[in-house]
Antibody, heavy 122, light 106 residues
Framework: EVQLLESGGGLVQPGGSLRLSCAASGFTFSSYAMSWVRQAPGKGLDWVSAITGSGGSRYYADSVKGRFTISRDNSKNTLYLQMNSLRAEDTAVYYC???????????????WGQGTLVTVSS | SYELTQPPSVSVSPGQTASITCSGDKLGDKYASWYQQKPGQSPVLVIYQDNRRPSGIPERLSGSKSGNTATLTISGTQAMDEADYYCQAWDSSTVVFGGGTKLTVL
């Protein structure tokens, strides 16, 4: 059974940093791309970042480029999102999502974690 | 940046058919996927690659595409189908979601 478990959310001041983790199990983690998707309170889904299975390629939404860094440790079956220079508009539930083997035009998320809430406020 | 447009809300009577559309430039050349999200829960994949249904998703949910518009159709709508639905596509190495449609079963 595929499981994705996010952690690391919490309250942080504007300009602060936070690192999210997503522990994966039930599938060959290194064979699949992974993504972070966020959802602000009462709003829709907003893709944040993706990383290929090997970690060799990373992709970011313009809104987080230069502030967030996605990474993975395939030996620990864990996905990360380092978030720096946080802003109020980054407040959201952050989900990790399991992509497909290849991060390409046929991509979709077949499994999602339960999400972790990040609140940016003074 | 690429955009996908969905109606904010759709209403349907129990037992009837609901259709939720998703339109985008050149969507006809891309794959569309659909997710269902109920209050307080994580999204669930219900349709991928335009019209393929994951295991465990009821047959009454189906996907189609015509031109640059993808459609999620729910036949014989049940109260349990009341949820937010999001379409998704991939463009220029980024994932794009539609704004979401709230399906109300009256």
């Amino acid at each position: 059974e595929v499981q994705l478990l996010e952690s690391g959310g919490g309250l942080v001041q504007p300009g602060g940093s936070l690192r999210l983790s997503c522990a994966a199990s039930g599938f060959t983690f290194s064979s699949y791309a992974m993504s972070w998707v966020r959802q602000a309170p009462g709003k829709g889904l907003d893709w944040v970042s993706a990383i290929t299975g090997s970690g060799g390629s990373r992709y970011y939404a313009d809104s987080v480029k230069g502030r967030f860094t996605i990474s993975r440790d395939n030996s620990k079956n864990t996905l990360y999102l380092q978030m720096n220079s946080l802003r109020a508009e980054d407040t959201a539930v952050y989900y990790c999502g399991k992509d497909q083997e290849y991060y390409d035009s046929s991509d979709f998320f077949d499994y999602w974690g339960q999400g972790t809430l990040v609140t940016v406020s003074s | 940046s690429y955009e996908l447009t969905q109606p904010p809300s759709v209403s349907v009577s129990p037992g009837q058919t609901a259709s939720i559309t998703c339109s985008g430039d050149k969507l006809g050349d891309k794959y569309a996927s659909w997710y269902q999200q109920k209050p307080g829960q994580s999204p669930v994949l219900v349709i991928y690659q335009d019209n393929r249904r994951p295991s465990g998703i009821p047959e009454r949910l189906s996907g189609s595409k015509s031109g640059n518009t993808a459609t999620l159709t729910i036949s014989g709508t049940q109260a349990m189908d009341e949820a937010d639905y999001y379409c998704q596509a991939w463009d220029s190495s980024t994932v794009v979601f539609g704004g979401g449609t709230k399906l109300t079963v009256l």
